[in-house]
């Protein structure tokens, strides 16, 4: 059973501060990692992709790929209320019975208060 | 560019009926992949489509069923509704499966 699990949160930090969301997956064989936000009563949007180890920035977020330690995470940076949401990490395993399906963490509840 | 839409947003039903869901992906997007989420299973993997074919399915019984049409537009459908399908279904368009876009959901109520 490939599986995704998440710190179960939930995660409060104060506004300016670094929000540190981790995520680690059972199965070597994957390709491909996601982040998503999820706002209560909306759909996942899509905010970072990650295919290659190291770190990857898009302005106050980096994503984070350690293969050899099937770890990736996400870091916000000067976090703002506007944050707190749900956030979801994915991963896209290789092989043909994988093909179209991403495999979800259960979320980690980021709270960033004022 | 457009995003993903999904029609109907709400849906209210009783059980034993049977609902037809409908997904537009991004334009050029062939791939559209269709979850169902719920607070206590989180994202759970249906089924996925590619140029008309199901390359992929999930853990579902087979009440769930969908297809995709040459437009790239696909449909869900399921048949005589329990209880426990009340769930928010979301579809995700990509252009070769894995980097999704989700659209916004229909919210599924069964009575």
């Known amino acids: 059973q490939k599986e995704v699990e998440q710190n179960s949160g939930p995660l409060s930090v104060p506004e300016g501060a670094i929000a540190s969301l981790n995520c680690t997956y059972s199965?070597?064989?994957?390709?491909?990692f996601f982040w998503y936000r999820q706002y209560s009563g909306k759909s996942p949007e899509l905010i970072m992709s990650i295919y290659s180890n190291g770190d990857k920035e898009d302005g106050r977020f980096t994503a984070q790929l350690n293969k050899a330690s099937q770890y990736v995470s996400l870091l916000i940076r000067d976090s703002q209320p506007s944050d707190s949401a749900t956030y979801l990490c994915?991963?896209?395993?290789?092989?043909?019975?994988?093909?179209?399906?991403?495999?979800f963490g259960q979320g980690t509840i980021l709270t960033v208060h004022p | 560019k457009a995003g993903v839409t999904q029609t109907p947003r709400y849906l209210i039903k009783t059980r034993g009926q049977q609902v037809t869901l409908s997904c537009s992906p991004i334009?050029?997007?062939?791939?559209v992949s269709w979850y169902q989420q719920t607070p206590g299973q989180g994202l759970q993997f249906l089924f996925e489509?590619?140029?008309?074919?199901?390359?992929n399915k999930g853990n579902f019984p087979g009440r769930f069923s969908g297809r995709q049409f040459s437009n790239s537009r696909s449909e869900m459908n399921v048949s005589t509704l329990e209880l426990g399908d009340s769930a928010l279904y979301l579809c995700?368009?990509?252009?070769?499966?894995?980097?999704?876009?989700f659209g916004p959901g229909t919210r599924l109520t069964v009575l």
């Open positions: 334009s050029g997007h062939r791939s």
């Open positions: 995700a368009s990509s252009l070769e499966g894995y980097e999704q876009f």
């Open positions: 489509y590619f140029s008309e074919t199901q390359r």
């Open positions: 994915a991963v896209y395993y290789a092989g043909g019975t994988s093909y179209g399906k991403l495999t």
């Open positions: 199965d070597r064989v994957s390709q491909s």
